[in-house]
């Protein structure tokens, strides 16, 4: 009996932090006139050891964005070197998709550190700009938090947030040993798509807006 109740209460308490993860997930909603992010050439670099690595974070830009949160993927507690260092993946939008995201159904989804979109018909994202316009207004951002309390405020972002993001894309090189080598690189333009489109964006500001 003493067995079974724990089983019991073990799945119990699943559930309740399952239910919990789906309730901190926030809510869709739009919000108009968000303008495109701000970069600019930047140099210098941030060091750290972590996860057995030398980790260099190369500064290719500085980056300010404004932007909604469409959706978020939490990498916190993964086993891979990248997980570690960027614990959170946060797709977001701006212009015309941001605006339109509560009419739009885009079926916004993350995994495996890419993020999706998808909808019925062209019509459908006409309001938007079609594929180009969401392609133009709307990315996914590989958070490295530059600090334990930046790390902090980026774990509590959730779905349907308006923040401003201060930080650098950067490129990441991390060595362990002569031969162990790790490379991260950002994109640097809005416009790409595919692979290598992600922003890895070394964070140091995070502020919530209306």
Not at 41 to 59: F, L, P, Q, R
Not at 179 to 193: A, I, P, V
Request: aromatic letters at 14%; a neutral charge; glycine letters at 10%.
């Amino acid at each position: 009996m003493k067995k079974v109740l724990i089983i019991v209460l073990l799945f119990l308490a699943i559930f309740i932090t399952a239910y919990g993860m789906r309730r901190n997930q926030g809510v869709r909603r739009a919000v108009p006139g968000i303008p495109a992010p701000v970069q600019k050439e930047a140099s210098g670099k941030s060091e750290v050891d972590t996860g057995g690595y030398h980790v260099e974070y190369n500064y290719q830009y500085s980056y300010d964005i404004k932007a909604l949160v469409v959706h978020t993927r939490d990498y916190r507690g993964g086993m891979d070197f990248t997980s570690k260092i960027s614990p959170k993946d946060l797709a977001l939008a701006w212009g015309k998709v941001a605006e339109y995201n509560d009419r739009i159904d885009f079926g916004w989804r993350q995994s495996g550190r890419w993020y999706f979109w998808e909808c019925d018909s062209y019509e459908d994202i006409a309001l938007a700009g079609g594929v180009a316009g969401i392609s133009s207004c709307s990315s996914n951002n590989h958070i490295i938090p530059a600090t334990v309390s930046v790390k902090e405020d980026v774990m509590r972002i959730k779905t349907g947030d308006y923040i401003e993001l201060k930080g650098y894309l950067v490129n990441v090189f991390a060595t362990k040993g002569a031969d162990d080598m790790y490379y991260w690189n950002s994109s640097t333009t809005r416009d790409d798509t595919g692979d290598g489109s992600c922003e890895v964006f070394y964070v140091t500001e995070v502020h919530w807006l209306k």
